[in-house]
């Protein structure tokens, strides 16, 4: 089984930067595309960025130029580094990934998700 692990939100004020971290744990063959989406109260979840195998990058246009998104391969890690923070960037944020574990076939997988808060 494999899963992903979030680590990295918390509380900040508008215009500061918060780093999110997720690692996929487990018996992994390969990973697809990494990226991380956000759940507002009240709405529903959208994605903020992604990011495939071969490092090709997708925005939400409400974070272009703010966030970036990364992956370390080698560490099976994906990264967001949020900067320009605004209170309207306060959500849940979700991992996800499309991971194949030796054996089996590829698997959409989600993490627990990590509450980023900007205050203002």
């Known amino acids: 089984q494999v899963q992903l692990g979030e680590s990295g939100g918390g509380l900040v004020q508008a215009g500061g930067s918060l780093r999110l971290s997720c690692a996929a744990s487990?018996?992994?063959?390969?990973?697809?595309?990494m990226g991380w989406y956000r759940q507002a109260p009240g709405k529903q979840r959208e994605l903020a960025a992604a990011?495939?195998?071969?490092?090709?990058?997708n925005y939400a246009d409400s974070v272009k130029g703010r966030f970036t998104i990364s992956r370390d391969n080698a560490r099976n890690t994906v990264y967001l580094q949020m900067n320009s923070l605004k209170p309207e960037d306060t959500a849940v944020y979700y991992c996800?990934?499309?991971?194949?574990?030796?054996?089996?076939?590829?698997?959409?997988?989600w993490g627990q998700g990590t509450q980023v808060t900007v205050s203002s």
């Open positions: 996800n990934a499309d991971i194949r574990a030796y054996g089996l076939r590829f698997e959409n997988v």
């Open positions: 487990g018996s992994i063959f390969s990973i697809n595309a």
């Open positions: 990011i495939d195998s071969g490092g090709r990058i």
